[in-house]
Protein backbone atom coordinates (compact mmCIF):
# COMPACT_ATOMS: atom_id res chain seq x y z
CA UNK A 1 0.00 0.00 0.00
CA UNK A 2 1.20 3.81 -0.68
CA UNK A 3 3.39 5.20 2.45
CA UNK A 4 1.65 8.52 3.63
CA UNK A 5 4.08 11.84 2.98
CA UNK A 6 6.00 12.34 5.79
CA UNK A 7 5.81 15.69 8.00
CA UNK A 8 9.01 17.34 5.80
CA UNK A 9 6.90 17.25 2.90
CA UNK A 10 4.57 19.92 4.55
CA UNK A 11 7.29 21.57 5.00
CA UNK A 12 8.85 21.89 1.97
CA UNK A 13 5.13 22.50 -0.05
CA UNK A 14 4.47 25.59 2.57
CA UNK A 15 7.76 27.16 1.44
CA UNK A 16 7.26 28.06 -1.89
CA UNK A 17 10.65 30.25 -2.01
CA UNK A 18 12.50 26.96 -0.97
CA UNK A 19 11.35 25.06 -4.00
CA UNK A 20 12.11 27.73 -6.42
CA UNK A 21 15.25 27.94 -5.19
CA UNK A 22 15.65 24.63 -5.31
CA UNK A 23 14.45 23.55 -8.10
CA UNK A 24 14.38 26.48 -10.74
CA UNK A 25 11.02 26.20 -11.87
CA UNK A 26 7.30 28.21 -11.27
CA UNK A 27 5.81 26.89 -8.38
CA UNK A 28 2.12 26.60 -8.34
CA UNK A 29 0.89 25.11 -5.21
CA UNK A 30 -2.61 23.77 -6.63
CA UNK A 31 -1.07 21.21 -9.01
CA UNK A 32 1.01 19.25 -5.95
CA UNK A 33 -0.01 15.74 -6.22
CA UNK A 34 -0.37 12.79 -4.55
CA UNK A 35 2.20 9.82 -3.68
CA UNK A 36 3.42 8.38 -7.04
CA UNK A 37 2.14 5.10 -8.00
CA UNK A 38 3.71 1.75 -6.54
CA UNK A 39 2.88 -0.85 -9.71
CA UNK A 40 -0.41 -0.40 -11.10
CA UNK A 41 -1.90 2.65 -8.04
CA UNK A 42 -3.81 5.30 -9.93
CA UNK A 43 -1.95 8.71 -9.58
CA UNK A 44 -3.62 11.99 -10.06
CA UNK A 45 -3.05 14.21 -13.64
CA UNK A 46 -0.08 16.14 -12.24
CA UNK A 47 1.81 13.12 -10.56
CA UNK A 48 4.23 11.73 -12.50
CA UNK A 49 6.19 8.52 -11.46
CA UNK A 50 9.29 7.48 -13.57
CA UNK A 51 7.58 5.01 -15.56
CA UNK A 52 9.66 1.58 -16.95
CA UNK A 53 9.91 2.20 -19.97
CA UNK A 54 10.79 -0.95 -21.38
CA UNK A 55 7.50 -2.13 -22.07
CA UNK A 56 3.99 -0.47 -22.80
CA UNK A 57 0.65 -1.22 -24.01
CA UNK A 58 -1.08 0.53 -26.73
CA UNK A 59 -4.53 2.27 -26.93
CA UNK A 60 -4.72 1.23 -30.41
CA UNK A 61 -4.65 -2.40 -30.98
CA UNK A 62 -0.84 -2.18 -31.66
CA UNK A 63 2.14 -4.19 -30.68
CA UNK A 64 1.84 -5.03 -26.64
CA UNK A 65 5.47 -5.23 -26.49
CA UNK A 66 7.86 -2.03 -27.44
CA UNK A 67 11.68 -1.56 -26.69
CA UNK A 68 13.46 1.71 -24.78
CA UNK A 69 12.11 5.09 -26.36
CA UNK A 70 8.79 3.58 -27.09
CA UNK A 71 7.08 4.11 -23.89
CA UNK A 72 5.18 6.28 -22.49
CA UNK A 73 6.57 10.59 -21.65
CA UNK A 74 9.54 9.85 -19.05
CA UNK A 75 10.89 12.25 -15.72
CA UNK A 76 13.21 14.55 -16.64
CA UNK A 77 16.48 13.31 -16.28
CA UNK A 78 18.15 16.49 -15.84
CA UNK A 79 17.19 19.24 -13.35
CA UNK A 80 16.69 21.68 -15.78
CA UNK A 81 13.49 23.65 -15.79
CA UNK A 82 13.80 24.70 -19.55
CA UNK A 83 13.05 21.37 -20.34
CA UNK A 84 12.50 17.61 -19.98
CA UNK A 85 14.90 14.70 -20.28
CA UNK A 86 15.58 12.98 -23.29
CA UNK A 87 13.55 10.02 -22.12
CA UNK A 88 16.23 7.20 -23.10
CA UNK A 89 14.35 4.74 -20.16
CA UNK A 90 11.28 6.15 -20.27
CA UNK A 91 9.66 7.11 -23.22
CA UNK A 92 10.16 10.79 -25.11
CA UNK A 93 10.85 12.60 -22.22
CA UNK A 94 9.46 15.44 -20.63
CA UNK A 95 8.33 18.63 -22.36
CA UNK A 96 9.39 22.23 -22.24
CA UNK A 97 9.23 23.32 -18.55
CA UNK A 98 9.46 19.81 -16.69
CA UNK A 99 12.62 19.94 -15.25
CA UNK A 100 13.07 18.98 -11.67
CA UNK A 101 15.20 17.22 -9.33
CA UNK A 102 15.31 15.21 -6.52
CA UNK A 103 15.00 17.62 -3.25
CA UNK A 104 14.52 16.51 -0.05
CA UNK A 105 11.53 14.69 0.10
CA UNK A 106 11.14 13.64 -3.32
CA UNK A 107 11.11 14.41 -7.16
CA UNK A 108 10.14 17.72 -7.67
CA UNK A 109 8.84 19.11 -10.95
CA UNK A 110 9.17 22.40 -12.93
CA UNK A 111 5.29 22.78 -13.36
CA UNK A 112 4.51 22.40 -9.96
CA UNK A 113 3.70 18.66 -9.70
CA UNK A 114 5.74 16.82 -6.95
CA UNK A 115 6.34 12.97 -6.56
CA UNK A 116 7.23 11.76 -3.26
CA UNK A 117 7.70 7.60 -1.58
CA UNK A 118 10.25 8.58 0.74
CA UNK A 119 10.58 10.95 3.76
CA UNK A 120 13.54 13.55 4.80
CA UNK A 121 17.12 12.97 4.17
CA UNK A 122 20.31 14.43 5.77
CA UNK A 123 22.39 14.35 2.18
CA UNK A 124 20.24 14.84 -0.74
CA UNK A 125 21.36 13.48 -3.98
CA UNK A 126 22.73 15.82 -6.40
CA UNK A 127 20.01 17.49 -7.96
CA UNK A 128 21.71 16.92 -11.40
CA UNK A 129 22.66 13.63 -11.05
CA UNK A 130 20.21 11.31 -13.34
CA UNK A 131 18.11 8.78 -12.18
CA UNK A 132 16.97 6.17 -14.40
CA UNK A 133 14.02 3.94 -13.08
CA UNK A 134 13.82 0.41 -12.40
CA UNK A 135 18.22 0.53 -12.11
CA UNK A 136 20.09 -2.51 -10.78
CA UNK A 137 20.42 -1.50 -7.06
CA UNK A 138 23.68 0.19 -6.46
CA UNK A 139 26.44 -1.24 -4.53
CA UNK A 140 25.66 -0.05 -0.91
CA UNK A 141 27.69 1.84 1.33
CA UNK A 142 28.87 0.78 4.71
CA UNK A 143 24.99 0.59 6.77
CA UNK A 144 23.10 0.43 3.89
CA UNK A 145 22.94 -2.83 3.14
CA UNK A 146 20.15 -3.65 4.56
CA UNK A 147 17.69 -0.72 2.65
CA UNK A 148 20.04 -2.30 -0.94
CA UNK A 149 18.65 -5.64 -0.01
CA UNK A 150 15.10 -4.01 0.22
CA UNK A 151 15.78 -2.35 -2.67
CA UNK A 152 15.67 -5.42 -4.67
CA UNK A 153 12.50 -6.28 -3.64
CA UNK A 154 10.68 -3.11 -5.05
CA UNK A 155 9.85 -1.98 -8.57
CA UNK A 156 8.95 0.88 -10.01
CA UNK A 157 9.17 4.70 -7.98
CA UNK A 158 9.78 2.93 -4.99
CA UNK A 159 12.87 0.85 -6.07
CA UNK A 160 14.29 4.42 -7.87
CA UNK A 161 13.79 6.35 -4.21
CA UNK A 162 14.92 3.49 -2.86
CA UNK A 163 18.11 2.51 -5.07
CA UNK A 164 19.00 6.82 -4.93
CA UNK A 165 19.45 6.93 -1.10
CA UNK A 166 21.34 3.68 -0.69
CA UNK A 167 23.30 5.70 -3.09
CA UNK A 168 24.01 8.61 -1.35
CA UNK A 169 25.68 6.50 1.02
CA UNK A 170 24.33 7.90 4.07
CA UNK A 171 23.64 5.14 7.04
CA UNK A 172 21.38 7.56 8.51
CA UNK A 173 19.10 8.33 5.51
CA UNK A 174 19.22 4.48 5.09
CA UNK A 175 18.27 3.67 8.15
CA UNK A 176 15.36 6.51 7.95
CA UNK A 177 13.82 4.97 4.82
CA UNK A 178 14.01 1.20 5.77
CA UNK A 179 12.13 2.13 8.60
CA UNK A 180 9.34 3.63 6.61
CA UNK A 181 9.13 1.11 3.89
CA UNK A 182 8.65 -1.49 6.77
CA UNK A 183 6.12 0.68 8.23
CA UNK A 184 4.03 0.51 4.84
CA UNK A 185 4.48 -3.05 4.40
CA UNK A 186 7.19 -3.59 2.09
CA UNK A 187 10.56 -5.45 2.00
CA UNK A 188 8.58 -8.37 3.81
CA UNK A 189 9.84 -10.50 1.52
CA UNK A 190 6.91 -9.74 -1.18
CA UNK A 191 6.26 -6.72 -3.49
CA UNK A 192 2.68 -5.19 -4.45
CA UNK A 193 2.84 -5.02 -8.34
CA UNK A 194 -0.98 -3.94 -8.87
CA UNK A 195 -3.56 -3.07 -6.02
CA UNK A 196 -7.30 -3.22 -6.51
CA UNK A 197 -7.64 -4.01 -10.55
CA UNK A 198 -11.63 -4.51 -9.75
CA UNK A 199 -11.53 -7.34 -11.00
CA UNK A 200 -9.83 -10.56 -9.49
CA UNK A 201 -8.06 -13.11 -11.43
CA UNK A 202 -8.79 -16.47 -11.64
CA UNK A 203 -5.39 -17.81 -13.90
CA UNK A 204 -2.08 -15.69 -13.94
CA UNK A 205 0.91 -16.50 -16.18
CA UNK A 206 4.45 -15.16 -17.07
CA UNK A 207 6.45 -15.63 -19.58
CA UNK A 208 9.46 -13.85 -17.42
CA UNK A 209 8.15 -10.39 -18.89
CA UNK A 210 5.12 -10.36 -19.03
CA UNK A 211 2.12 -11.28 -16.56
CA UNK A 212 -1.59 -11.97 -18.12
CA UNK A 213 -4.25 -12.72 -16.55
CA UNK A 214 -7.65 -14.04 -16.83
CA UNK A 215 -10.72 -12.72 -14.43
CA UNK A 216 -13.58 -13.87 -13.15
CA UNK A 217 -15.96 -11.76 -14.91
CA UNK A 218 -16.39 -11.09 -18.58
CA UNK A 219 -15.22 -8.01 -19.38
CA UNK A 220 -11.93 -7.39 -19.00
CA UNK A 221 -11.51 -10.73 -19.82
CA UNK A 222 -7.46 -10.87 -20.66
CA UNK A 223 -5.36 -8.49 -19.06
CA UNK A 224 -1.31 -8.26 -18.62
CA UNK A 225 0.98 -5.67 -17.04
CA UNK A 226 4.84 -6.11 -16.94
CA UNK A 227 6.22 -8.45 -14.15
CA UNK A 228 7.42 -5.52 -12.12
CA UNK A 229 4.50 -3.40 -11.89
CA UNK A 230 3.34 -1.12 -14.14
CA UNK A 231 0.82 0.03 -17.51
CA UNK A 232 -2.10 -2.66 -17.33
CA UNK A 233 -4.17 -3.52 -20.76
CA UNK A 234 -6.82 -5.60 -21.83
CA UNK A 235 -5.81 -7.83 -24.33
CA UNK A 236 -9.80 -9.56 -24.52
CA UNK A 237 -13.03 -8.14 -23.75
CA UNK A 238 -14.80 -11.17 -23.57
CA UNK A 239 -15.81 -14.40 -21.38
CA UNK A 240 -12.17 -16.17 -20.55
CA UNK A 241 -14.60 -19.27 -19.34
CA UNK A 242 -17.76 -21.16 -19.98
CA UNK A 243 -21.07 -22.56 -18.21
CA UNK A 244 -19.16 -25.90 -17.72
CA UNK A 245 -16.51 -24.21 -15.72
CA UNK A 246 -13.91 -24.67 -18.37
CA UNK A 247 -10.87 -21.80 -17.69
CA UNK A 248 -7.58 -22.14 -19.59
CA UNK A 249 -4.73 -20.03 -20.20
CA UNK A 250 -0.63 -20.33 -21.17
CA UNK A 251 1.86 -17.93 -22.87
CA UNK A 252 5.16 -19.33 -25.25
CA UNK A 253 7.23 -17.11 -26.54
CA UNK A 254 4.97 -15.43 -29.78
CA UNK A 255 1.25 -15.92 -28.35
CA UNK A 256 -1.02 -15.82 -25.67
CA UNK A 257 -3.99 -19.12 -25.60
CA UNK A 258 -7.37 -18.52 -23.46
CA UNK A 259 -10.64 -19.86 -23.76
CA UNK A 260 -12.70 -17.50 -24.71
CA UNK A 261 -16.28 -19.17 -24.02
CA UNK A 262 -16.41 -22.50 -26.52
CA UNK A 263 -13.78 -21.52 -28.34
CA UNK A 264 -9.73 -21.93 -27.80
CA UNK A 265 -7.84 -19.06 -29.24
CA UNK A 266 -4.35 -17.66 -29.29
CA UNK A 267 -3.60 -14.25 -29.46
CA UNK A 268 -0.54 -12.90 -30.46
CA UNK A 269 1.81 -10.85 -28.55
CA UNK A 270 2.65 -8.81 -31.32
CA UNK A 271 -1.21 -6.92 -31.28
CA UNK A 272 -1.83 -9.39 -34.25
CA UNK A 273 -5.77 -10.50 -33.86
CA UNK A 274 -6.49 -14.02 -32.15
CA UNK A 275 -7.05 -16.80 -34.33
CA UNK A 276 -8.74 -20.07 -33.60
CA UNK A 277 -7.19 -23.28 -32.51
CA UNK A 278 -9.64 -25.60 -32.36
CA UNK A 279 -11.66 -26.00 -35.59
CA UNK A 280 -15.07 -23.54 -36.48
CA UNK A 281 -18.10 -24.27 -34.64
CA UNK A 282 -16.74 -26.39 -31.96
CA UNK A 283 -17.86 -26.53 -28.78
CA UNK A 284 -14.71 -26.88 -26.53
CA UNK A 285 -15.63 -27.49 -22.54
CA UNK A 286 -12.01 -27.88 -21.21
CA UNK A 287 -8.41 -27.45 -22.19
CA UNK A 288 -4.99 -27.86 -21.40
CA UNK A 289 -1.51 -28.15 -23.02
CA UNK A 290 2.06 -29.83 -22.69
CA UNK A 291 4.98 -29.25 -24.50
CA UNK A 292 3.54 -26.95 -26.88
CA UNK A 293 0.55 -28.89 -27.96
CA UNK A 294 -2.90 -28.01 -27.04
CA UNK A 295 -5.58 -30.70 -25.85
CA UNK A 296 -9.07 -30.35 -25.43
CA UNK A 297 -12.66 -31.73 -24.63
CA UNK A 298 -14.96 -31.13 -27.15
CA UNK A 299 -18.52 -32.05 -26.94
CA UNK A 300 -20.32 -33.41 -30.59
CA UNK A 301 -23.57 -33.91 -29.28
CA UNK A 302 -26.98 -32.93 -31.28
CA UNK A 303 -28.95 -32.19 -28.24
CA UNK A 304 -31.32 -35.12 -28.40
CA UNK A 305 -28.76 -38.33 -27.41
CA UNK A 306 -29.07 -38.72 -23.83
CA UNK A 307 -25.29 -38.96 -22.82
CA UNK A 308 -23.65 -37.62 -26.32
CA UNK A 309 -20.23 -39.07 -27.54
CA UNK A 310 -17.42 -36.77 -26.71
CA UNK A 311 -13.96 -36.47 -28.40
CA UNK A 312 -10.90 -35.30 -26.84
CA UNK A 313 -8.39 -33.30 -30.14
CA UNK A 314 -5.30 -32.12 -30.23
CA UNK A 315 -3.39 -29.26 -32.34
CA UNK A 316 -0.32 -27.20 -31.87
CA UNK A 317 -0.89 -23.89 -29.80
CA UNK A 318 0.94 -22.06 -32.80
CA UNK A 319 -1.07 -23.79 -35.39
CA UNK A 320 -1.31 -26.39 -37.76
CA UNK A 321 -3.57 -29.77 -38.36
CA UNK A 322 -6.22 -30.64 -35.92
CA UNK A 323 -6.13 -34.35 -34.35
CA UNK A 324 -8.73 -36.33 -32.93
CA UNK A 325 -7.24 -38.43 -29.57
CA UNK A 326 -10.08 -40.42 -28.53
CA UNK A 327 -14.22 -40.23 -29.06
CA UNK A 328 -16.31 -42.12 -26.26
CA UNK A 329 -19.47 -42.23 -24.39
CA UNK A 330 -19.91 -41.69 -20.79
CA UNK A 331 -22.61 -42.61 -19.20
CA UNK A 332 -23.15 -39.68 -16.94
CA UNK A 333 -23.29 -35.53 -16.63
CA UNK A 334 -21.03 -33.57 -19.20
CA UNK A 335 -17.07 -34.13 -18.76
CA UNK A 336 -15.59 -30.86 -18.16
CA UNK A 337 -11.85 -30.89 -17.46
CA UNK A 338 -8.93 -32.33 -18.62
CA UNK A 339 -4.58 -32.95 -17.99
CA UNK A 340 -2.42 -35.04 -19.92
CA UNK A 341 1.05 -36.46 -19.59
CA UNK A 342 3.17 -37.91 -22.30
CA UNK A 343 1.18 -40.97 -22.32
CA UNK A 344 -2.04 -40.21 -20.84
CA UNK A 345 -5.01 -38.46 -20.94
CA UNK A 346 -7.07 -37.69 -18.08
CA UNK A 347 -10.39 -36.13 -18.37
CA UNK A 348 -13.39 -36.06 -15.40
CA UNK A 349 -15.94 -33.80 -13.78
CA UNK A 350 -15.04 -30.73 -11.39
CA UNK A 351 -14.83 -32.23 -8.11
CA UNK A 352 -16.19 -35.33 -9.25
CA UNK A 353 -14.94 -38.65 -11.01
CA UNK A 354 -12.22 -38.97 -12.71
CA UNK A 355 -10.98 -41.36 -15.46
CA UNK A 356 -8.14 -41.57 -17.86
CA UNK A 357 -6.93 -43.42 -21.27
CA UNK A 358 -3.77 -43.77 -23.22
CA UNK A 359 -2.86 -41.13 -25.49
CA UNK A 360 -1.47 -43.72 -28.67
CA UNK A 361 -5.52 -43.94 -29.10
CA UNK A 362 -8.66 -45.87 -27.06
CA UNK A 363 -12.30 -45.17 -27.14
CA UNK A 364 -12.90 -46.12 -23.81
CA UNK A 365 -12.47 -45.25 -20.31
CA UNK A 366 -10.72 -46.32 -17.23
CA UNK A 367 -12.61 -45.30 -13.97
CA UNK A 368 -9.10 -43.58 -11.90
CA UNK A 369 -8.15 -44.63 -8.84
CA UNK A 370 -8.78 -40.79 -7.52
CA UNK A 371 -11.20 -38.74 -7.54
CA UNK A 372 -12.62 -35.12 -6.36
CA UNK A 373 -10.08 -33.12 -8.46
CA UNK A 374 -11.21 -29.62 -8.60
CA UNK A 375 -8.30 -28.31 -10.89
CA UNK A 376 -6.18 -31.13 -13.43
CA UNK A 377 -2.95 -29.08 -14.08
CA UNK A 378 -0.57 -31.11 -17.01
CA UNK A 379 3.17 -32.26 -16.86
CA UNK A 380 5.97 -34.68 -18.62
CA UNK A 381 5.23 -37.33 -15.83
CA UNK A 382 2.29 -36.70 -13.94
CA UNK A 383 -1.00 -34.41 -13.24
CA UNK A 384 -1.60 -32.01 -10.74
CA UNK A 385 -4.94 -32.73 -8.75
CA UNK A 386 -6.07 -29.38 -6.69
CA UNK A 387 -8.09 -30.13 -3.62
CA UNK A 388 -10.48 -26.81 -4.28
CA UNK A 389 -13.63 -27.21 -1.81
CA UNK A 390 -12.40 -28.99 1.44
CA UNK A 391 -9.17 -29.31 3.03
CA UNK A 392 -7.48 -32.33 1.92
CA UNK A 393 -4.10 -33.09 -0.09
CA UNK A 394 -3.28 -31.92 -3.55
CA UNK A 395 -2.49 -35.11 -4.96
CA UNK A 396 0.54 -35.78 -8.20
CA UNK A 397 -1.24 -38.67 -10.38
CA UNK A 398 1.70 -40.46 -12.67
CA UNK A 399 0.69 -41.87 -16.37
CA UNK A 400 0.07 -44.99 -14.67
CA UNK A 401 -2.42 -43.90 -12.39
CA UNK A 402 -0.66 -43.82 -8.83
CA UNK A 403 -1.23 -40.77 -6.50
CA UNK A 404 1.03 -39.34 -3.96
CA UNK A 405 0.50 -36.58 -1.80
CA UNK A 406 2.12 -33.30 -2.53
CA UNK A 407 0.99 -30.96 0.56
CA UNK A 408 -2.32 -30.36 2.54
CA UNK A 409 -4.53 -27.89 1.09
CA UNK A 410 -7.89 -25.94 1.50
CA UNK A 411 -9.54 -24.24 -1.36
CA UNK A 412 -6.61 -24.91 -3.48
CA UNK A 413 -6.31 -22.46 -6.71
CA UNK A 414 -5.21 -24.43 -9.97
CA UNK A 415 -1.66 -25.62 -9.67
CA UNK A 416 1.23 -24.58 -11.42
CA UNK A 417 5.19 -25.76 -11.58
CA UNK A 418 8.46 -25.19 -12.66
CA UNK A 419 11.19 -27.81 -13.64
CA UNK A 420 11.43 -28.32 -9.39
CA UNK A 421 8.49 -27.68 -7.66
CA UNK A 422 4.50 -26.98 -7.85
CA UNK A 423 3.24 -24.09 -6.59
CA UNK A 424 -0.46 -23.55 -5.22
CA UNK A 425 -2.90 -20.88 -2.91
CA UNK A 426 -4.94 -21.50 -0.09
CA UNK A 427 -8.27 -19.69 -0.57
CA UNK A 428 -9.19 -18.52 2.86
CA UNK A 429 -8.99 -15.60 5.03
CA UNK A 430 -5.67 -16.30 6.06
CA UNK A 431 -4.17 -18.28 2.68
CA UNK A 432 -1.00 -19.35 2.39
CA UNK A 433 1.21 -19.57 -1.00
CA UNK A 434 2.42 -22.95 -0.61
CA UNK A 435 5.39 -25.01 -2.48
CA UNK A 436 6.42 -28.55 -2.86
CA UNK A 437 8.56 -30.81 -4.18
CA UNK A 438 7.19 -32.21 -7.35
CA UNK A 439 7.73 -35.50 -6.50
CA UNK A 440 6.16 -35.11 -3.19
CA UNK A 441 7.62 -35.07 0.19
CA UNK A 442 5.57 -32.52 1.97
CA UNK A 443 5.16 -28.75 1.45
CA UNK A 444 6.52 -25.62 2.27
CA UNK A 445 4.76 -22.05 3.27
CA UNK A 446 6.35 -19.12 1.07
CA UNK A 447 4.13 -16.32 2.09
CA UNK A 448 2.41 -17.45 5.56
CA UNK A 449 -0.74 -14.67 5.45
CA UNK A 450 -2.49 -13.07 2.46
CA UNK A 451 -6.37 -12.78 2.48
CA UNK A 452 -8.71 -14.90 0.14
CA UNK A 453 -5.57 -15.71 -2.70
CA UNK A 454 -7.14 -16.22 -6.03
CA UNK A 455 -4.40 -17.44 -8.80
CA UNK A 456 -0.56 -18.33 -8.67
CA UNK A 457 2.02 -18.01 -10.86
CA UNK A 458 5.76 -18.79 -11.20
CA UNK A 459 8.62 -18.27 -13.73
CA UNK A 460 12.63 -18.42 -13.52
CA UNK A 461 12.64 -15.56 -10.87
CA UNK A 462 9.72 -15.25 -8.86
CA UNK A 463 6.23 -16.45 -7.90
CA UNK A 464 3.15 -13.83 -8.37
CA UNK A 465 -0.30 -14.51 -6.93
CA UNK A 466 -3.80 -12.36 -6.90
CA UNK A 467 -6.23 -12.02 -4.13
CA UNK A 468 -10.16 -11.11 -3.76
CA UNK A 469 -8.81 -7.37 -3.28
CA UNK A 470 -7.80 -7.00 -6.57
CA UNK A 471 -4.14 -6.72 -5.53
CA UNK A 472 -1.00 -8.45 -7.64
CA UNK A 473 2.08 -9.63 -5.92
CA UNK A 474 5.28 -11.35 -6.06
CA UNK A 475 7.99 -12.73 -4.27
CA UNK A 476 11.33 -14.06 -5.08
CA UNK A 477 11.48 -18.33 -5.58
Avoid at 12 to 20: M, N, Q, R
Avoid at 329 to 357: H, K, Q, W, Y
Wanted: include cysteine; hydrophobic fraction near 35%; proline fraction near 7%.
Amino acid sequence: MPRAAPRSLITVLVAGAFLLTACGGTVAPEHVGDSGPHGGEATDATTIAPPDGTTTFPADGGSILTGPGDGPEGPPTQGDAAGGGDGEDGGNGGDGGRGGGYVDAGYFYGDGSFWVEGGAYPNPPDASAESEPDAEAPDAAQGCGPLAACCGTLSGATQTLCNTVVGAGNATSCAAELTQLLSGGYCSGSSILATQIQVQPNRIVSDGTLLFWTTFESSPGLMAMPVRGGPITTLLSAPTANSQGGVFLAVDDVNVYVLEGYSLVRIPKNGAPPTLINEGGATVLAATSLAGTAYWLENVGNGIIRYPPMVVKSAPLQGDTVSVVATFVVSSPTLNEIGVTSGTAFVGMLGSRLFDFPLSGANSLTMANEDGCGFLASDTDAIYCSETTTSGPNLRITSADTSSVLGQAVSSSFIVSDDTYVYWVDGTTVGTVVKAPKTGGGSSIVVATDTNPTAVAVDANSIYWSDQEGYIKSAPK
